[in-house]
């Protein structure tokens, strides 16, 4: 069983920066494909970015592409979404998520809220 937990979200203006942490509890952390996804209010949970075991390869929605960045430490079994240039729609709630081969982990999410 692996746990997840998100820290680093909040209010911020246009245009400014967050970056989001997200930790797992277990080894098995350094296995796993991790990601990043959000959820808007009214609208369908969506993917943001996904990155492999190794760091090595990275994928980014259309939307978000250019603007975050995802990264790992494994030593740390912690997960990172650096998140710049933010726009009003980015507001969500954004999970970590991860698993040997499907995301069947996920962890509770934390508010971004950015303000026109």
């Known amino acids: 069983q692996v746990q997840l937990v998100e820290s680093g979200g909040g209010l911020v203006q246009a245009g400014g920066s967050l970056r989001l942490s997200c930790v797992a509890s277990g080894r098995a952390f350094t296995r796993y494909a991790m990601g990043w996804f959000r959820q808007a209010p009214g609208k369908e949970r969506e993917f943001v970015s996904t990155?492999?075991?190794?760091?090595?390869?990275?994928n980014y929605a259309d939307s978000v592409k250019g603007r975050f960045t995802i990264s790992r430490d494994n030593a740390q079994n912690t997960l990172y979404l650096q998140m710049n240039s933010l726009k009003p729609e980015d507001t969500a709630v954004y999970y970590c998520a991860g698993g040997p081969v499907s995301y069947i982990y996920w962890g509770q999410g934390t508010q971004v809220t950015v303000s026109s």
């Open positions: 990155i492999n075991w190794s760091n090595s390869n990275r």
